[in-house]
């Protein structure tokens, strides 16, 4: 049977699980039309072409990709460090591995559901390879958020 929360708990609630909404909301935002490579790119790449000029175009492309991925991975390595933030704070009984699957399994549902979105955003296109780095970027920091605990807690 499912204990119905107490009133005081339910500033606990929105003090753990807040981040995680405003995150993804944020990530939501990133998504749209105002942050893709056809509104991006025009402003990154003269920044980039007056910090190295020596730069060909084609490598300053490339770098400019690269700064989007690493942009998806960070984007859900915070995420996910904010799941199992709350994830830890609202279900310290459950063990770790079953909080870091909840975290990955949260990391991957949104991964989906944001490229699903893009799929929709005329400028935009969804990617399966972006959902892997998506993934990527959550395991690591589920891994990063556990191996910390419990290093803290060792000591």
């Not at 909404?21 to 980039?48: E, K, Q």
């Not at 063990?95 to 005329?122: G, N």
């Amino acid at each position: 049977m499912i204990n119905p929360r107490k009133p005081q708990s339910y500033t606990a609630l929105a003090v753990n699980w807040a981040p995680v909404l405003v995150w993804m909301t944020v990530i939501f935002l990133f998504s749209t039309d105002y942050f893709s490579a056809t509104n991006t790119v025009p402003i990154i790449a003269p920044i980039l072409s007056n910090l190295f000029p020596e730069l060909a175009t084609g490598h300053i492309e490339s770098i400019i990709l690269l700064i989007r991925k690493l942009g998806h991975f960070s984007e859900y390595c915070i995420l996910a460090l904010l799941l199992m933030r709350a994830l830890n704070a609202e279900f310290a009984e459950q063990s770790a591995k079953s909080r870091i699957k909840w975290s990955i399994a949260l990391v991957v549902l949104y991964a989906v559901s944001d490229e699903w979105h893009q799929a929709f955003v005329p400028s935009r296109s969804a990617s399966p390879w972006d959902v892997l780095i998506d993934l990527l970027g959550g395991i690591c920091g589920t891994l990063w958020f556990h191996r910390r605990k419990r290093r803290n807690i060792s000591t």
